[in-house]
């Protein structure tokens, strides 16, 4: 090796000892094996599995991305314009927590397509509907009422709930679509913030909603889930004499399987979202019976279908977009496609009381778009080719993602652990202002488990696909994966198209950084009940 004769012949002009050129000779073969075997690492995290690879055999071409926006401009995907695909009306009333929200406006959308009366209808979430950029709500959305609610309240879930009726509608038995929910991605450590806040929102925040909803009479239950559930950690260090493997990120089948076995210690879960998730899940299927039968609706990782999400407006609202994921294949699925799955299993629940003891109840069903999973690299592309903003994909070696992963965990729990020891106030103010300040925006959550996620995701929604006379709930989707996404860059450039004269821009709140504003006013509200206790 010529660099490593270089070295010798350095080491002997330098006159050392024999023992000191020998460490020195040592030190400098581990460099030299670390940076090889660090190279080849992030050589297998940009492989893809051949069985991955003829999972997603086709890309996206830039005739077809045009085509299919200026199809969708003239001809908008709507709840009007796949009426025919939503379950008929029913005479109920409908609670929908987190209706603000994603999927929860969707269902609050079709609902209102298929004829249910606004006055039938309550919104209870955390913050108010978001009105559309340039864009006035419906005189039908204006008037369905909400109620601003922390379901980590008891007290104030059970208010949300048991607020009186119109009298024209309080006769009417009542279905409830849980949807609310604190999304903090890749938070792994037991002692985390993050597993507080997942603990209080998802986990007891969804033992309020089952008790409120038997309070209020609900005799239907469907609350939204994820198919990240069924994701366990996923290595990325692989063994020195295995480095020669062609690829490394497996292909991760996301079903329903898991259900069906004892629910796994919260360590065999990637990250607390998910093993939140996990146990929410199990109360709301827990709980089924002819008094309120129940079921959950598990998307798969990357729901989208507004500028707010994470996944497609994540990478509209970037210029420029470092990433180290074109390669990864998953599939996704379109808010709307959540939505009309959570009506399909109401109709089959809302049958009878009977329903409780059929097969679909008592359930999560896996739902995903009706086409194969795609890369990212075919999301970037669509955002590059369609957007009126400026936008530039910039690929980082994943290695470099993975190293500076452990340096942002290993920062934020010692940021956590300084602030719990901290006796005064004070400070703790001086520590977490000061010497240890907050990572900025959403970097923060850049943790060795978002490669977990980061994997190749195919779902499988066999089973929620078959007829409800075999067992399923008849789920077929009404946007694909190119519609949707094509449709929501659609939606970003009709808010953006005025920047250049310098008019306001609508500011998009996701999920993400809703999570930090939610755990901050959890935070503040166990404060206060221990102050006051």
């Excluded at 000779?25 to 670390?34: A, C, K, Q, S």
């Excluded at 998730?277 to 002819?290: D, F, Q, S």
């Excluded at 729901?303 to 407006?313: E, H, I, S, W």
């Excluded at 957007?387 to 729990?413: N, W």
Aim: net charge positive.
């Amino acid at each position: 090796m010529p660099a490593l004769a270089v070295f010798t012949g350095v080491l002997s002009r330098l006159n050392m000892r024999p023992a000191a050129s020998a460490c020195a000779l040592l030190f400098f073969l581990l460099v030299i094996f670390v940076v090889a075997y660090l190279i080849r690492l992030n050589q297998l995290l940009l492989g893809i599995p051949h069985e991955v690879a003829k999972l997603s055999p086709k890309r996206w071409t830039r005739d077809e991305l045009v085509e299919t926006y200026h199809r969708l401009k003239a001809r908008p995907i709507t709840p009007a314009s796949y009426a025919a695909r939503i379950p008929p009306k029913l005479e109920r009333r409908y609670i929908v927590t987190g209706g603000s929200g994603l999927v929860g406006s969707a269902i609050v959308r079709q609902l209102l397509a298929r004829g249910q009366p606004p006055s039938s209808i309550r919104i209870v979430d955390f913050r108010p509907p978001r009105q559309p950029f340039r864009t006035t709500t419906t005189q039908e959305e204006e008037q369905i009422d909400f109620t601003q609610t922390d379901i980590s309240s008891l007290p104030a879930t059970l208010h949300a709930f048991t607020k009186p009726w119109p009298s024209s509608v309080a006769h009417l038995p009542l279905t409830v679509f849980h949807t609310a929910a604190v999304i903090v991605p890749a938070d792994r450590s037991p002692n985390s913030p993050g597993r507080a806040v997942c603990e209080a929102v998802n986990v007891r925040g969804t033992q309020n909603v089952v008790d409120a909803a038997r309070k209020a009479g609900a005799d239907v239950l469907v609350a939204t889930t994820s198919g990240s559930i069924a994701l366990r950690p996923v290595g990325v260090w692989v063994d020195p004499w295995k480095v020669m493997r062609s690829c490394l990120l497996p292909l991760w089948v996301l079903d329903e399987r898991d259900f069906f076995a004892p629910l796994r210690p919260r360590e065999e879960f990637y990250a607390n979202y998910p093993a939140s998730k996990a146990a929410a899940e199990r109360l709301v299927c827990g709980v089924n019976g002819p008094e309120m039968r129940t079921g959950c609706v598990r998307p798969v990782n990357g729901v989208y279908g507004d500028p707010t999400d994470n996944t497609v407006g994540g990478s509209l609202a970037r210029a420029v977009l470092p990433t180290w994921m074109s390669n990864i294949v998953q599939s996704f699925v379109h808010c709307d496609n959540v939505a009309v799955a959570h009506l399909d299993f109401e109709a089959v629940l809302a049958a009878s009381p009977t329903a409780a003891s059929l097969p679909q109840a008592g359930r999560p069903f896996v739902v995903t778009d009706p086409n194969p999973p795609i890369r990212y690299g075919d999301l970037h592309e669509l955002v590059g080719t369609l957007v009126l903003t400026p936008f530039c994909v910039v690929p980082v070696p994943p290695v470099v993602i993975l190293l500076l992963s452990y340096f942002v965990e290993g920062y934020v729990r010692l940021r956590t652990s300084a602030g719990a020891l901290a006796p005064w106030s004070w400070l703790r103010r001086l520590v977490l202002g000061v010497l240890l300040p907050e990572i900025p925006g959403e970097a923060k959550h850049l943790t060795p488990a978002i490669f977990s996620i980061c994997t190749h995701l195919v779902a499988n929604n066999e089973t929620a696909s078959k007829p409800v006379s075999q067992g399923g709930i008849g789920y077929t989707g009404v946007l694909t994966t190119l519609e949707g996404m094509a449709q929501e860059v659609i939606e970003w450039n009709r808010d953006h198209e005025e920047v250049t004269k310098g008019k306001k821009v609508v500011q998009y709140q996701r999920s993400v950084s809703l999570a930090d504003e939610i755990a901050k006013a959890t935070n503040a509200a166990t404060v206060m009940a221990v102050a006051s206790s």
